[in-house]
């Protein structure tokens, strides 16, 4: 349910906040002298993303540090557990990977190098900065030496093997990578290829398996969104860019061990079940998520279409109570709840999910419906929409905005290099309000950016994420595997970076949520941002 896409020769192009992205270990930090309050701050953060780690809890340690960077942004330490964290993370949800596991089986020692070359290939051909070759292969090395210390990977490829050996293999690892002079790809592939083949003498460890971890350890190293994809990673993204999926209809986060129920599709067998946001799954075909990972029990939710998995769900009022839950084909809306909120106004509202290939047609259909309806101004809802398709997002916003600039791209290549524009044609001119919170990413700052910069509307609600990447989706040759690539960076009609800064609101409305020991749970009553809108929409009204 996120990304940039338009179609091209390399492959599919995207901008989204993947709940799953990769890492980032090589930015530069700004020297910045703290306050006491910021040094006690920053040690509870880091205690509290200790026991996280401990636990196993990669993905809720992963959202711990990105929130952490927020608050704290350019801390280097902060950046290196996240890259650690995120290591850790992906080998979980890679040897969870049916696909991946396959590609191990049938890779031989060759055609995994040639894997890891193509892989060289297209990020010399098409990330958005020259590559560091060294920092490439360091990366890959530090991912493999994560492997050696998860019992996932030693349980698959070194069941037996004594620790002592594996600690001698480390250090000749490390000391085989720092005397090489890696200045290109093909430098990077010779490395590798030893690290290999070291692995196999003193380990019996198989090449391909040592192989895999440099090729993901080279995409993720990039920055926060860039990833290795196995294939059926690969087929779960053309499936997102489609709107549709084979599973239970849910969108999940890691909480307090369980899997928090952030949003429930319509028409889903999730929906169909009963199960509601704020719902926690905590037990998984009689599993605890608090004896396995959440990463662990959200791929057990996984399945083939037509088959059945049976959930424990603890509800917000402490209700328990055991479903049993076929996996169907789910069609994702991308518009939700599009509805009429205040008559005497006129005032329209609909929530916009994700910005994929059928969303200017749902927003078409939305917006004429309103329009019989009797509106006259329209609140359009981005919280929590992680983005989706750029074209998408450019042509939903043209809807809006008359002329002018919606985004401007640009990358290393100049290809990569463009300005969208709108188009006069087809434009509602009815008053607008978009709300935005801090989970409203890439696309959705582009449409949000759009309607600020152009002065069309009135935002409302809390800075957006601040993703400002534009990825590709390229294919690749073996396995069946593809990568995801950052290719260039987007900035607002006012040539304003999105990147790390976001889009702020002009009213600002703070989230109303009560902090529980299962999460935050949203407060019942009037929607404040909502009604935030009606307010401004009632107040200029009067004006007039």
């Not at 509106?375 to 981005?382: G, N, Q, V």
Request: one cysteine or more; glycine letters at 8%.
């Amino acid at each position: 349910m996120m990304q940039r896409m338009a179609f091209a020769k390399i492959g599919f192009l995207l901008v989204a906040a993947f709940l799953a992205a990769p890492s980032s270990s090589f930015g530069q930090s700004e020297v910045r002298i703290l306050s006491d309050a910021s040094i006690s701050a920053l040690e509870d953060l880091f205690e509290a993303g200790r026991t996280l780690e401990q636990s196993g809890r990669w993905a809720e340690a992963i959202t711990h540090y990105e929130q952490g960077l927020r608050d704290h942004p350019g801390n280097r330490e902060l950046q290196q557990r996240l890259d650690l964290t995120r290591m850790h993370y992906d080998l979980a949800r890679r040897y969870n990977d049916r696909s991946f596991r396959q590609a191990i089986e049938s890779l031989d020692t060759q055609r995994a190098l040639d894997l890891y070359s193509e892989v060289l290939l297209k990020i010399g051909a098409h990330y958005v900065t020259n590559p560091k070759w060294h920092q490439i292969v360091s990366r890959g090395t530090t991912a493999l030496d994560v492997a050696l210390s998860e019992t996932t990977f030693l349980e698959n490829n070194l069941r037996g093997v004594s620790s002592e050996l594996i600690d001698a293999f480390r250090r000749r690892m490390y000391q085989l990578v720092g005397t090489r002079s890696i200045r290109n790809r093909i430098d990077a592939q010779q490395t590798v290829a030893s690290v290999a083949q070291l692995a196999n003498q003193m380990l019996g460890l198989t090449p391909a398996v040592v192989v895999l971890e440099y090729t993901s350890g080279a995409a993720g190293g990039l920055d926060n969104y860039c990833t290795y994809l196995t294939s059926d990673q690969l087929r779960d993204i053309y499936s997102q860019i489609e709107g549709n999926f084979v599973g239970l209809g849910v969108e999940l986060k890691a909480s307090n061990g369980a899997l928090l129920l952030v949003h429930v599709i319509p028409g889903s067998p999730a929906k169909q079940a009963g199960l509601v946001p704020g719902d926690r799954i905590v037990e998984v075909n009689g599993t605890s998520t608090d004896q396995t990972s959440t990463d662990e029990a959200a791929s057990m939710l996984q399945g083939p279409e037509h088959t059945y998995v049976r959930v424990t769900v603890l509800s917000k009022d402490g209700q328990r109570r055991t479903l049993r839950i076929r996996r169907e084909h789910v069609d994702v809306p991308s518009i939700e709840d599009a509805k009429i909120v205040d008559r005497q106004l006129g005032m329209a509202y609909l929530k916009l999910t994700a910005f994929q290939k059928t969303t200017v047609r749902d927003l078409d259909t939305a917006l004429w419906s309103l329009h019989r309806q009797g509106m006259r101004s329209l609140i359009i809802d981005l919280r929590g929409n992680p983005g989706g398709l750029l074209t998408t997002s450019v042509e939903a916003a043209d809807r809006f905005v008359q002329s002018g600039t919606i985004v401007s791209t640009r990358g290393r290549s100049p290809q990569e290099d463009y300005d969208y524009r709108a188009h006069q044609a087809g434009t509602w001119r009815v008053p607008l309000f978009v709300l935005i919170d801090g989970n409203s990413a890439s696309a959705s700052e582009i449409f949000a950016g759009a309607i600020r910069d152009n002065r069309r509307g009135t935002i409302i609600g809390a800075r957006s994420f601040g993703k400002g990447s534009v990825q590709g989706i390229f294919p690749l040759n073996i396995a069946g595997a593809g990568l995801r690539l950052t290719t260039a960076k987007f900035y607002s009609p006012n040539g304003h970076p999105i990147s790390k800064v976001g889009v702020h609101p002009d009213i600002v409305v703070r989230h109303a949520a009560k902090v529980t020991d299962q999460g935050e749970i949203p407060v019942a009553g009037p929607d404040p941002a909502i009604e935030a809108a009606i307010q401004t929409a009632r107040q200029r009204l009067a004006v007039r």
